[in-house]
Structure formats: C-alpha cells, structure tokens
Nanobody
Framework: QVPLVESGGGLVPAGGSLRLSCTAS????????MGWYRQAPGKERERIGC????????RYADSVKGRFTISRDNAKNTLWLQMDGLEPADTAMYYC????????????????WGQGTQVTVSS
C-alpha cells in the first residue's frame, strides 16, 4: 500500500469549486492506478472516479461526471480531484486510495483508508 494524505476540503456554497489533493510518500505512486471515494453521512462509501497509473485513462461515477476531474502528476507524487458545480449532495468525507487498475470493478475496496478530507456544500 502507498501511504496517502488527503487535503483541500472545506465549506463551499452550492455551485462553487474545490480542488482536493492526495499526496503519496515513497516511490511507488507512479505504479498504481488511483481512485477517489467519498462517504456521506448515513451512506455507504462509494468510488466516484479513478485514473490509470499513466494518467491516460479516467472513469467517473454518473453522479459526478461532467463536474469532477481527476488528474495526477507522478513526478510530484500527487493526485487531484477538481470539483466544479458542487451540490449539497456532494457533502461527504473524501478519500483517495491506490487500486489495481482503472477502470476496476466497483465491488473492490481498498484494504486501508487514510484520514480523508471533509467537503461540505451549503445550499
């Protein structure tokens, strides 16, 4: 597993934007596809998107498609989630995690989670 730290969350009004970051330590970040996940209060954690190890392939859940963009810079060991057009339904704790590939079955879950970063969208 790649040690990961999420950051960039906060309180934003509906329609606003945020960019989340996920920083990895070590030298293996470039070898992994990466996923962004979120868990809203009272709901199960869901994967909202992923990016291949090279960055050439991305996939998004229907709930965020067209509003969220995942990118990465392997030289900086960093993954980003650009969130535009935020809605109150996007309020959740957001997590990043390495995964075997992108795309990958949604049933698969990472064995470990970081501390996450909280995103709250006010109406």
């Amino acid at each position: 597993q790649v040690p990961l730290v999420e950051s960039g969350g906060g309180l934003v009004p509906a329609g606003g934007s945020l960019r989340l970051s996920c920083t990895a330590s070590g030298s293996h970040f470039k070898d992994y596809a990466m996923g962004w996940y979120r868990q809203a209060p009272g709901k199960e954690r869901e994967r909202i998107g992923c990016i291949s190890f090279s960055g050439r392939t991305t996939r998004y859940a229907d709930s965020v498609k067209g509003r969220f963009t995942i990118s990465r810079d392997n030289a900086k060991n960093t993954l980003w989630l650009q969130m535009d057009g935020l809605e109150p339904a996007d309020t959740a704790m957001y997590y990043c995690a390495a995964q075997p590939a992108c795309p990958y079955p949604n049933e698969w879950e990472p064995p470990n989670w970081g501390q996450g970063t909280q995103v709250t969208v006010s109406s």
